[in-house]
C-alpha cells in the first residue's frame, strides 16, 4: 500500500475507534492513552508469553547442547557432525523453518519450540564444548592425581571451571531467542510478535509497533544483565586476582 | 582401613605409617613403540625416606613416578606399596592413598584454598568438622596463616604459596606415600630454596615415603635419602645415598651425570661439625679483624672452603653459637676428609672388611 491510498482510507485504528484519542487517529508517534488502555489486554499477555517462549526454548536447548558437548568433550569424534548438523540448523531461514515445521507439526507451540531451540544449539553447544576444553591440563592431571573418577571431573572441575564461558553462550542464546521470537506469530499466536504483526499490518500503527518492539528489546537487555549478574555469583573465583 | 584409624587424633600423631615402596623389574613399553620407556626398574624406598628419581630428559623418571599411581598403565612387573600390589587396587582408591604434588601444582582455581586442601578428604567423605579441623592444622604446618589464607583463591597467592598449597592437599588424607613431580622446578632459585628448606624440615615431622622427580642433580643431592639416576631409555644407572654416588659414582654415566665438580658437592653434604678440626691457637677467637674468618659448626664444609678461597687459604677459626672456639679448618683437614671419603668401599664391593687397616 502507498502513502496515498493510506491516506484516503483514512485512519486505520482497529476495534478501538470509540476510544481513540487524536493521537490515535493521527497516528502521531506514540500515544501514552493507547498503551495504558492496551497494557493489560494486549502488552502485558504478549510480554509475558513471549518470556515463557524464549525461557522454555533456551532450557531445552541449553539440555541438549550440553549433552552434546559433554559427549564431544568425551569422545572427540563427535564434534564435526554435531557441528554440521547445528550449523546447518542455525543456517536455515526462521520463516522458512516455521514453515518446514507447519505442515508435519502444526500451527502450534510445538513448531514454535522446535524452531527456536534450533536456533539455541549451535551457539550452546561450542561454547559449552570450548569451555570444558579450555580447562588447563594441570588442572586435569591434578584432578586424575588425586583420585576423581571422570564424572567427579566433570561435575566438580571441568563444569565450573567451564562457567564464564557457557554463560557467555548462553547471553547470545537468549538474546538471539527473544529476537526470534518476535515471528513466532507465524505458526503460534502468540508473544510480542502477535502486537508487532498487528501494527504492521494495519497500518502501520506506530504506537504499538513501538511499544512492542521496546518491550522486546528491553525483555533482552534485561535478561542478558541478570545473566551477567548469575555468573558474576557463581564466578567469585574469576574475579580474585 | 587406615583412613579410619587415624579420625579421631588430629595434629602430628594423626600421621599415618608411612609405607615401604618397592618396585620390581617395573617396565613400560608404550603401544607402536620398539624401546620400552622403563627397563625392568627395581629399587626399593624404605619407609619415610626421601628417594629421588633423577635423570635426563627422556630417561623416563616421571614415567616411573606415574606407574606407581597407575595413571600409566604397567606393562610389565610390578609394584608394592606397604607389601601390597599395587595392581590388586582400584586405581582412584589407590591415588587416593598416594600424595601427588606436579611442578604447575595444579590447584583448582575455582577453588579456595581451604577447599583445595580438603579435596582428598571430601573424596573419601570425612565428616565436616574434621576436614575443617585438618584443613586448619594442614595450613598451620605449611605456616600459612589459617584465618587469612584459607578462603583465598589460588589466583590470589604467589608461586611459593601455591606450592605450598599443592603439598598441603597432597598431605591432606595422611598418605602413607608422596608422589612429587619437580614440585619446585617453576619456583625462582630463591624461593627454591626456601621451599626445599622447608620441605626437608616437613619431612622431618610427617616422615612420609617420598618419590621426588627432578631433573637437577643438586636439588637431587640436597632432597633426596636415595637418589636413583635413570639414563636413557628408563635404565636405572645407580641407586645410593647421595654420598656414595658423589664419591663412587657406578660408570661414566654417572659421574658426568653429577658433574665434574662432583668433588664439591660431596663437601656441600658434610657440616665443618663433622670434620676432625685442627687445634685452636687460643682459647678465644682474635678479636676484631678475624671475624670475617670465623664460621659456625653448622657451615657446610663448601661454604667454609669458598670462604676460606675468598680469605686466602688462611685457616678459619670454627666458633660455636656461644663464642666458643672449636678448632682451626684448615685445607689439610678439608683433604684429610676426601681422602677417607674416597677409601671407604663402594656398597657393591661391601665385602666384608669391617675394619680398614692402613
Known amino acids: 500500500m502507498t502513502p496515498a491510498v493510506l491516506a484516503a482510507a483514512g485512519p486505520v485504528i482497529p476495534n478501538f475507534a470509540a476510544q481513540s484519542s487524536s493521537c490515535e487517529i493521527h497516528n502521531r508517534l506514540f500515544c501514552t492513552g493507547w498503551i495504558s488502555r492496551n497494557w493489560g489486554p494486549v502488552l502485558w499477555p504478549a510480554l509475558r508469553e513471549h518470556i515463557v517462549l524464549a525461557l522454555v526454548a533456551v532450557a531445552i536447548g541449553f539440555v541438549i547442547a550440553m549433552a552434546l558437548a559433554v559427549a564431544a568433550h568425551r569422545f572427540a569424534w563427535l564434534e564435526r557432525p554435531t557441528t554440521l548438523v547445528t550449523t546447518i540448523l542455525y543456517t536455515i531461514p526462521a520463516l522458512a523453518l516455521f514453515e518446514l515445521l507447519a505442515a508435519p507439526v502444526g500451527l502450534n507451540v510445538f513448531s514454535a519450540e522446535i524452531a527456536l531451540v534450533s536456533y539455541t544449539l549451535l551457539i550452546l553447544f561450542r561454547n559449552i564444548l570450548a569451555g570444558l576444553r579450555a580447562v588447563p591440563a594441570d588442572v586435569l592431571d591434578a584432578a586424575e592425581g588425586v583420585g576423581m573418577s571422570q564424572t567427579q571431573t566433570l561435575l566438580r572441575v571441568e563444569l565450573p571451571l567451564a562457567l564464564p564461558a557457557i554463560v557467555a553462550g548462553l547471553r547470545i542464546a537468549v538474546v538471539t531467542i527473544i529476537a526470534l521470537a518476535t515471528i513466532v ?15 504492521l499490518g494495519e497500518g502501520p500503527f506506530k504506537t504499538e509497533l513501538i511499544a512492542a518492539g521496546v518491550l522486546a528489546i528491553g525483555l533482552a537487555l534485561l535478561a542478558d544483565g541478570l545473566l551477567v549478574i548469575a555468573q558474576r555469583l557463581l564466578t567469585p573465583w574469576a574475579r580474585a586476582s | 582401613m587406615k583412613i579410619a584409624d ?5 595434629g602430628p600423631s594423626a600421621f599415618a605409617q608411612a609405607a615401604e615402596l618397592e618396585l620390581r623389574k617395573v617396565s613400560k613399553r608404550y603401544p607402536g613403540q620398539r624401546e620400552p620407556a622403563i627397563r625392568e626398574l627395581s629399587l626399593t624406598v624404605p619407609a619415610g625416606e626421601v628417594c629421588v628419581l633423577v635423570g635426563p630428559s627422556g630417561s623416563g623418571k616421571t614415567t616411573a613416578m606415574r606407574l606407581i599411581n597407575r595413571m600409566i598403565p604397567i606393562t610389565s612387573g610390578d609394584i608394592l606399596l606397604g607389601g601390597r600390589s599395587v595392581l590388586e587396587r582400584e586405581p582412584r582408591q589407590l591415588r587416593r592413598e598416594i600424595g601427588y604434588v606436579i611442578q604447575q601444582v595444579g590447584l583448582f582455581p575455582h577453588l579456595s584454598v581451604g577447599e583445595n586442601i580438603a579435596t582428598v578428604p571430601r573424596l573419601l ?19 600459612l596463616d589459617p584465618q587469612e589464607m584459607n578462603g583465598r583463591y589460588p589466583a590470589q597467592l604467589s608461586g611459593g604459596q601455591r606450592q605450598r598449597v599443592g603439598v598441603a592437599r597432597a598431605l591432606a588424607a595422611d598418605p602413607p606415600l608422596m608422589l612429587m613431580d619437580e614440585p619446585f622446578g617453576a619456583i625462582d632459585p630463591i624461593n ?8 626437608l624440615g616437613l619431612q622431618e615431622k610427617v616422615k612420609k615415603t617420598v618419590v621426588f622427580v627432578t631433573h637437577d642433580i643438586d636439588e637431587a643431592i640436597k632432597m633426596g635419602d636415595r637418589i636413583a639416576i635413570l639414563r636413557e631409555g628408563g635404565v636405572l644407572a645407580q641407586y645410593d645415598t647421595p654420598r656414595e654416588i658423589l664419591t663412587h659414582p657406578a660408570d661414566e654415566f654417572v659421574a658426568r651425570f653429577v658433574g665434574a665438580d662432583r668433588g664439591l658437592k660431596r663437601l656441600a653434604l658434610t657440616k665443618v661439625a663433622e670434620l676432625k678440626l685442627a687445634e ?27 670462604l676460606m678461597l675468598t680469605e686466602g687459604g688462611e685457616p678459619l677459626t670454627v666458633v660455636d653459637a656461644d663464642g666458643r672456639v672449636e678448632g682451626l679448618l684448615t685445607l689439610g683437614v678439608i683433604e ?6 674416597a677409601e671407604e668401599p663402594a ?5 666384608p672388611q669391617p675394619e680398614r687397616t692402613r
Open chain 2, 347 to 351: 656398597p657393591d664391593a661391601a665385602q
Open chain 2, 6 to 10: 587415624t579420625a579421631h587424633n588430629e
Open chain 2, 125 to 143: 567423605g570425612w565428616p565436616k568438622e574434621r576436614i575443617a579441623a585438618r584443613v586448619h592444622e594442614l595450613l598451620e604446618l605449611i605456616g
Open chain 1, 185 to 199: 506469530y507465524v505458526v503460534y499466536d502468540r508473544g510480542l510478535g502477535v502486537p508487532i504483526h498487528t501494527a
Open chain 2, 192 to 199: 627454591r630454596a626456601r621451599l626445599q628448606d622447608e620441605f
Open chain 2, 336 to 341: 684429610q676428609l676426601l681422602s677417607d671419603e
Open chain 2, 280 to 306: 685452636p691457637n687460643g682459647s678465644r677467637p682474635d678479636p676484631g679483624a678475624d671475624v670475617v674468618r670465623r664460621v659456625s659448626p653448622e657451615t657446610s664444609v663448601r661454604d667454609a672452603l669458598s
